[in-house]
């Protein structure tokens, strides 16, 4: 199959359509409870500490005010995926994914909804572009629509609104050096989420959802009822190499884009990278049966390969003069969007 991908130029563009600068100031925004901000970070931190144990191990080596960030950011993308995975009881989908909306467009002068507050206050502070909130919005919105892709070009972009858009914001908390690290996080937000969709086969089919591309089953003699049976074949294993093969890809090429970002920060995202990839090691060393069991890292494999990445992430910066080059060639093209 033909592994050249036509998607990157496209989701380049988005990232790039951004409002640069985020609009508001923290003079629009009552921030004078400071105790009232602190419970916000916690309970931000508690929902990073519950619901994504890799997320929140790899933030734990940020400095303190970023780190706080970061989990007010997965708070903030965790709530709004919740919206549509696990619903507010009484409330319309549509209309809470709108009232989200509000608050990143038009935050009000006082908030006491902590993940708003903290979300808000982060949005603030580390001026994030808004548009890429409203991106994963409408990211986290085609979910009530479409339950299925037809094409990876498709899925691609699916994955840059709910996942890649997290990294560009990310990287306004971390810091970067210039717009270059820009296709970087681009591949590393797919890769992300192709790992998530490949774990989370069986447990996405049984809630209506498949995301794996429909041209591409098709193309190893698959087709919807091969996932509603859940057995490993022969035909699968081959499909799943096909998958794993380019999210390895992709995790090769992110890589280098570390070095743009702010040495502070360059760690705790060479760790999320590295532990998002371990985890297609664990799906074939699970001889790719994502029916019925979920591939993980436990706390100790996550540990023992810190010192790996460490190192890896001080050879990078040891060779930082050097040209790497962008994995989508040019960026003047897009520079003047």
Not at 119 to 144: C, E, H, K, M, N
Not at 221 to 248: A, N, P
Not at 284 to 311: C, G, Q, T
Request: with cysteine; aromatic share 12%; proline share 4%.
């Amino acid at each position: 199959m033909d592994m050249e991908a036509n998607w990157e130029d496209k989701l380049l563009s988005l990232a790039f359509q951004a409002n640069p600068v985020s609009s508001y100031s923290p003079a629009q925004i009552e921030l004078n409870n400071e105790a009232l901000l602190r419970n916000a970070y916690r309970y931000a931190t508690a929902i990073t500490a519950q619901y994504s144990k890799s997320f929140y191990f790899a933030s734990a080596f940020l400095p303190s005010p970023k780190r706080q960030a970061v989990r007010a950011l997965y708070a903030f993308c965790r709530t709004v995926d919740d919206i549509v995975d696990v619903g507010i009881e009484g409330k319309d989908p549509r209309q809470a994914l709108h009232a989200w909306r509000q608050i990143v467009q038009h935050p009000p002068m006082e908030l006491q909804e902590p993940v708003a507050l903290a979300w808000v206050d982060t949005l603030t502070r580390f001026t994030i572009p808004r548009q890429y909130a409203l991106q994963l919005i409408d990211g986290v919105t085609q979910d009530l629509e479409h339950q299925r892709y037809r094409t990876f070009d498709q899925l691609a972009t699916y994955c840059y609104s709910v996942a890649s858009t997290v990294g560009l914001m990310s990287m306004h908390i971390i810091g970067y050096e210039s717009q270059e690290a820009f296709p970087y996080a681009i591949k590393l937000g797919v890769a992300l989420q192709l790992t998530n969709i490949l774990r989370d086969v069986g447990d996405d089919y049984r809630n209506g959802r498949l995301y794996l591309p429909i041209e591409e089953l098709e193309a190893f003699g698959l087709d919807e009822s091969d996932i509603f049976v859940g057995q490993v074949t022969d035909r699968w294993r081959q499909f799943m190499r096909f998958q794993i093969l380019r999210t390895r890809q992709l995790y090769a090429e992110a890589f280098p884009g570390i070095r743009f970002l702010n040495r502070e920060g360059r760690l705790a995202i060479g760790v999320a990278l590295d532990i998002y990839r371990a985890i297609l090691d664990k799906i074939e060393a699970n001889d790719y049966d994502v029916f019925r069991r979920r591939a993980h890292l436990s706390a100790r494999e996550k540990a023992i390969r810190l010192p790996a990445m460490y190192w890896k992430i001080n050879l990078l910066r040891a060779r930082n003069g050097r040209n790497f080059g962008s994995p989508y060639g040019s960026l003047n093209s897009h520079e003047s969007r």
